[in-house]
């Protein structure tokens, strides 16, 4: 799909004299599902946050991006799982504190009309539709029992960002339990569960797409206040309830390959199944590769421009527009710079150089070399740049120290603010 035919799809009040506006896809007053949060799939690895257990009910707190029509559907994926799992019963209601449910709000859930649904490896469930309303801001809790054994169940890791609640193992089916008063444990992952869908008079889902810098590293834990959250909350002070927008980063995740420090599936990889795959969804934006950079990989910009390229060609083959987002300074490569996370290049040395030749390719319209090697132009349909607005302009290699969560790498809470804030604006 060619730039000049894209829909803008995020309206706020355009910056730098752009401006844009949702065109709907649906007909006043006919209905569609689109997604209002999303946590894909990261791993079943075993470790001591996803150990092998049993017989236990989980309680997971998400925030929607918009609040519900009156009807809402549940979404849970055994993509990465080995063994088939079974949810013997599930719940949601509006989280009052803690595990604790808002009185009056607690529903079952049920799938064909089913209390229970056994998910075999590689598959999904969608529950039957759940009545249900709830206005923008409200924290909902899912429950899920979770009946038999497992060696570890796939998950998406959220540690020191979200507290989820789980009964003891053994304990067996809580999911009734309001009072909360059976969730002994904390845990910050979501298990199995990944995706809430309303339905109703919307627009469509933009999903965001990235790594922990994206999934909210470096924000406050239980503030929601990551770089979606943030955009979703820009929206809705515009007015703007009819657009779905989703956090599909987990950490850490690279762009090209499997990430070894987790064996998380590559962005190239589950763009599919994790973007593509939204209800209604009408914009991707790719914000990842910060991780192609750095850890073990340290990619050159040619090797990584070529993963850009990949999914861009998978998004406009499915009809879908897609974005590209600058990377912000980082660290890199594995040594220890003094902050304790990744060694440190002058700006526009090292990979900082492959960094700034990415960001610099992104925006090109005609071939273009780097790294010595001829590339074409990315032919997405546009460039966000949340990079320059938390850039130190006297030294470009280090975000400006008021939005550095003290790792050089993660942008804090109010950094992210900004980033979303131009995500927010970018007509798409």
Not at 69 to 95: D, E, K, M
Not at 165 to 187: P, R
Not at 352 to 362: F, G, P, S, T, V
Request: hydrophobic fraction near 40%; include cysteine.
């Amino acid at each position: 799909m060619a730039a000049a035919a894209a829909a803008a799809v995020l309206s706020l009040p355009a910056c730098g004299g752009s401006s844009g506006s949702i065109a709907p896809n649906h007909a006043s007053g006919t209905g569609t599902w689109i997604a209002a949060w999303a946590g894909p799939m990261a791993n079943d690895v075993p470790s001591t946050t996803d150990p092998a257990s049993r017989e236990q009910t989980f309680r997971e707190i998400i925030k929607p991006s918009v609040g519900s029509r009156g009807t809402v559907r549940l979404h849970f994926s055994n993509a990465l799982g080995a063994t088939p799992v079974t949810l013997g019963a599930v719940h949601i209601g509006v989280q009052s504190s803690g595990a604790t449910v808002a009185t009056g709000t607690d529903t079952p859930v049920t799938f064909s009309n089913a209390a229970s649904v056994t998910i075999a490896p590689g598959s999904a469930a969608v529950s039957d539709p759940v009545m249900m309303n709830f206005s923008y801001g409200a924290k909902l809790a899912v429950t899920e029992y979770v009946a038999g054994s497992w060696p570890a169940l796939p998950q998406d890791y959220h540690a020191a960002l979200i507290t989820n609640y789980a009964s003891a193992a053994g304990a067996g089916n809580t999911t009734s339990d309001v009072a909360g008063t059976s969730f002994t444990a904390t845990f910050g992952e979501y298990f199995l569960f990944d995706r809430l869908d309303v339905y109703g008079n919307y627009t469509e889902t933009v999903g965001i797409l990235g790594s922990s810098t994206i999934l909210g590293g470096g924000s406050d834990a239980n503030a929601f206040d990551d770089i979606v959250s943030d955009v979703a909350a820009d929206l809705h002070a515009a007015g703007r309830d009819d657009v779905g927008v989703v956090n599909l980063a987990f950490g850490p995740d690279a762009l090209l390959t499997i990430n070894v420090l987790a064996n998380n599936p590559a962005i190239v990889d589950r763009f599919a199944r994790d973007a593509l795959s939204l209800p209604d969804v009408g914009a991707v934006i790719q914000a990842g590769a910060d991780v192609d950079l750095k850890t073990s990989q340290c990619s050159n910009a040619a090797t990584i421009l070529a993963g850009d390229q990949n999914v861009i060609a998978q998004a406009h083959a499915a009809g879908v527009r897609i974005y590209l987002a600058k990377i912000a300074p980082t660290t890199y490569c594995n040594g220890q710079n003094p902050s304790g996370y990744g060694s440190r290049f002058p700006a526009n040395t090292g990979q900082d150089a492959e960094r700034q030749a990415l960001n610099a390719w992104m925006s090109t319209t005609q071939p273009s070399v780097v790294d010595g090697v001829t590339v074409q132009p990315p032919g997405a349909d546009g460039v966000i740049d949340i990079a320059t607005p938390i850039t130190d302009p006297t030294n470009t290699g280090y975000m400006l120290p008021q939005y550095d969560s003290g790792d050089d790498s993660h942008p804090n809470a109010a950094g992210q603010a900004v980033q979303a804030s131009v995500l927010a604006h970018s007509p798409l």
